[in-house]
T-cell receptor, first 113, second 113 residues
Framework: ETGVTQTPRHLVMGMTNKKSLKCEQH?????MYWYKQSAKKPLELMFV???????ENNSVPSRFSPECPNSSHLFLHLHTLQPEDSALYLC????????????FGPGTRLTVL | AQTVTQSQPEMSVQEAETVTLSCTYD???????LFWYKQPPSRQMILVIR??????QNATENRFSVNFQKAAKSFSLKISDSQLGDTAMYFC??????????FGTGTSLTVIP
């Protein structure tokens, strides 16, 4: 595998479920990101990890819980989500978190029933 | 505050013709990067072109070029000899140094055979 991969590609869950999104980057980068993409809205930055430490948390509800066990892997744990959380969740990575190009994964299409 | 505005939600162009996508931005920073990303229907977002604000010369990448007007805070993307594979959402992004990415709402481009 090359680049940034995400699993699953599609996820349907009920509001009481617990699920996790996984992201893996094969680029040797030091920074990883979670974005939420909703129709007709700019990408919303959710979390930033640099060298496995969370450095940004943009007022994201606690029902989203990120985890970065190492510089290559990033998880987004989901619990008791709301229907308005339905969106495309994109993972990205970059060499550093200052000014460099970000490489994106294909995204996970999440539907909350 | 940083903002990115893409005023054209949808555009279309005939195959082999030229199209220009507009982007304006606002920032108080003097050092920053600007990007155009492409997101085809398969959803993997890829970098099209990148411009450093301190460079006066407009970036060019094969059929893609930008018109960067720093004083006007304008960053348009020109696609020459449009191809069917250029059909995608195009996102303009601003990244001040040591800051996060700020994305526009995107322009959906359709290349008509």
């Amino acid at each position: 595998e090359t680049g940034v991969t995400q699993t699953p590609r599609h996820l349907v869950m009920g509001m009481t479920n617990k699920k996790s999104l996984k992201c893996e980057q094969h680029l040797g980068h030091n920074a990883m990101y979670w974005y939420k993409q909703s129709a007709k809205k700019p990408l919303e930055l959710m979390f930033v990890y640099s060298l496995e430490e969370r450095v940004e948390n943009n007022s994201v509800p606690s029902r989203f819980s990120p985890e970065c066990p190492n510089s290559s892997h990033l998880f987004l744990h989901l619990h008791t989500l709301q229907p308005e959380d339905s969106a495309l969740y994109l993972c990205a990575s970059s060499q550093s978190r200052t000014g460099g190009e970000q490489f994106f994964g294909p995204g996970t299409r999440l539907t909350v029933l | 505050a940083q903002t990115v505005t893409q005023s054209q939600p949808e555009m279309s162009v005939q195959e082999a013709e030229t199209v220009t996508l507009s982007c304006t931005y606002d920032t108080s920073e003097n050092n920053y990067y600007l990007f155009w990303y492409k997101q085809p229907p398969s959803r993997q977002m890829i970098l099209v072109i990148r411009q450093e604000a301190y460079k006066q010369q407009n970036a060019t990448e094969n059929r893609f070029s930008v018109n960067f007007q720093k004083a006007a805070k304008s960053f348009s993307l020109k696609i020459s000899d449009s191809q069917l594979g250029d059909t995608a959402m195009y996102f303009c992004a601003l990244c001040p140094l040591k800051d996060q990415f700020y994305f526009g709402t995107g322009t959906s481009l359709t290349v008509i055979p």
